[in-house]
Nanobody, 118 residues
């Protein structure tokens, strides 16, 4: 059973930084994509970034490109999202997700709240 557990959310001022972590278990994830999505109040969930756990290849939403960095831990069971230059519009619940097939994220964590104050 796949389990994804996020941590690292919190309250930060605009311009600050946070690092989110996602601990994955229940599979050998070397052939999976792990990604981050977010959902702000009253809005639909949106893609933030993903990483291929085998190749290390990454992809970002335009809204976070240059500010956020997704990376994997050495054991390939942890994924990080380093968020710099945070803006109030980055406020959302951030979810870790896993996909065995590219683009088909069907495993989800419970989410972690990120709040950026102006």
């Amino acid at each position: 059973q796949v389990q994804l557990v996020e941590s690292g959310g919190g309250l930060v001022q605009a311009g600050g930084s946070l690092r989110l972590s996602c601990a994955a278990s229940g599979r050998t994830f070397s052939r999976y994509w792990l990604g981050w999505f977010r959902q702000a109040p009253g809005k639909e969930r949106e893609f933030v970034a993903h990483i291929n756990m085998g190749s290390g290849g990454t992809y970002y939403a335009d809204s976070v490109k240059g500010r956020f960095t997704i990376s994997r831990g050495n054991a390939e069971i942890t994924v990080y999202l380093q968020m710099n230059s945070l803006k109030p519009e980055d406020t959302a619940v951030y979810y870790c997700a896993a996909a065995k097939t590219a683009g088909r994220f069907n495993y989800w964590g419970q989410g972690t709240q990120v709040t950026v104050s102006s």
